[in-house]
């Protein structure tokens, strides 16, 4: 049974930086993955995908944020930099379509 585990959210102060990490076991290799996330009284959007023609991130993100995937491992990662009022959101993991509960990351002065 596939499981998808993240960890590293938390509270961050505007401009500041956090790394999202995302654990998969039941995996034995990590073909597409990304992650989303949700604000409150929004629907979940897409922030960052990887495949193994490389990654994609939203508009929003781009510059700020950098996925990397760790197939020996199974892991995927968010490093997210220069953070905003508005990066403040439930994020969610993906790994070849299995989701974890999801992370909270809150970035307020």
């Known amino acids: 049974q596939v499981q998808v585990v993240e960890s590293g959210g938390g509270l961050v102060q505007p401009g500041g930086s956090l790394w999202l990490s995302c654990a998969g076991s039941?995996?034995?290799?990590?073909?597409?993955a990304g992650w989303y996330r949700q604000a409150p009284g929004k629907q979940r959007e897409m922030v960052a995908t990887?495949?193994?023609?490389?990654?994609d991130y939203a508009d929003s993100v781009k510059g700020r944020f950098t996925i990397a995937i760790d197939n020996g491992k199974m892991t995927m990662d968010l490093q997210m930099n220069d953070l905003k009022f508005e990066d403040t959101a439930v994020y969610f993991c993906m790994l070849n379509g299995d989701w974890g509960q999801g992370t909270q990351v809150t970035v307020s002065s």
């Open positions: 039941g995996i034995s290799k990590i073909h597409f």
């Open positions: 990887i495949t193994h023609l490389g990654p």
